[in-house]
Each structure stands twice: as structure tokens, then as C-alpha cells.
């Protein structure tokens, strides 16, 4: 069994608004769509590619834009990525906040 089953896409919703984010950058793990919760995300590489495609969402790995990012625990260990992981920038950085055990926030100026 893995940790990243989407047991805390609610509460990422919850945290949103808690926290007043219109919108986050997602790399989500789990097969559930985020956007079935009305989670305003804009996609980032992730093991389920959530409507993420590199011609319409430019992301450089090693400059990520400012934001808000919430990020699987299993996609940020790069587990199932192809190559060097695309969100290896994050894993140098503490996270801002945990959302369960499953989704790390990042704050990025």
C-alpha cells in the first residue's frame, strides 16, 4: 500500500481556503482528480499526468514560478519518474506546511 491514496485532497481543499489560495501548482500522486473536489490547480509533472502537458504548462524544474505548490510525498521522492525528478528543486527546501501525511505545501516567492 502507498501513502499517497488521496485520503488528503479534502483537506488540501480545506487548507486553501483557510489560507485564502485561489489557486496551487499540484503534483498530485494519487488517481483521484483534483478537480472532482473543485480544487482550483494548475498542474505540474506528476505520476497521473491530471491534465498536465509540457506545451501548455511550462515549468522549469530548476526556477519554479511564484506560488503555491502542494506536492505528493511520493512524487517529491521522484519514485516513479522517468530520469532525473522533475521536482528534485523542492527536496532541498523545507515544507511551509503538511497537509496530512500525504501533500507537502511550498511557498515560493
Same mark, same amino acid.
Given at each position: %500500500?502507498? =501513502?499517497?491514496?488521496g485520503?488528503? *485532497? *479534502?483537506r488540501? +481543499?480545506?487548507? *486553501?481556503?483557510?489560507?485564502? +489560495?485561489?489557486?496551487? /501548482? *499540484?503534483?498530485?500522486?494519487?488517481?483521484?482528480?483534483?478537480?472532482? #473536489?473543485? =480544487? $482550483?490547480?494548475?498542474? !505540474?509533472p %506528476?505520476?497521473? @499526468?491530471?491534465?498536465?502537458?509540457?506545451? +501548455?504548462?511550462?515549468?522549469? $524544474?530548476?526556477?519554479?514560478?511564484?506560488? @503555491? /505548490?502542494?506536492?505528493?510525498? @511520493?512524487? !517529491?521522492? &521522484?519514485?516513479?519518474?522517468? &530520469?532525473?525528478?522533475?521536482?528534485?528543486? #523542492?527536496? +532541498?527546501? @523545507?515544507?511551509?506546511?503538511?497537509?496530512?501525511? %500525504? =501533500?507537502? =505545501?511550498?511557498?515560493?516567492?
Amino acid at each position: %500500500s502507498n =501513502i499517497d491514496w488521496g485520503q488528503d *485532497l *479534502l483537506r488540501l +481543499k480545506q487548507w *486553501l481556503a483557510d489560507n485564502h +489560495k485561489d489557486t496551487v /501548482y *499540484l503534483s498530485y500522486f494519487g488517481s483521484a482528480n483534483p478537480s472532482l #473536489f473543485d =480544487i $482550483p490547480f494548475q498542474p !505540474l509533472p %506528476s505520476f497521473f @499526468t491530471l491534465g498536465y502537458d509540457p506545451a +501548455k504548462h511550462a515549468f522549469n $524544474p530548476d526556477n519554479p514560478p511564484p506560488g @503555491t /505548490y502542494a506536492i505528493s510525498v @511520493t512524487n !517529491l521522492a &521522484g519514485v516513479y519518474f522517468d &530520469g532525473e525528478n522533475p521536482l528534485g528543486w #523542492f527536496t +532541498k527546501r @523545507t515544507p511551509d506546511a503538511s497537509i496530512g501525511y %500525504s =501533500i507537502l =505545501i511550498f511557498e515560493v516567492p
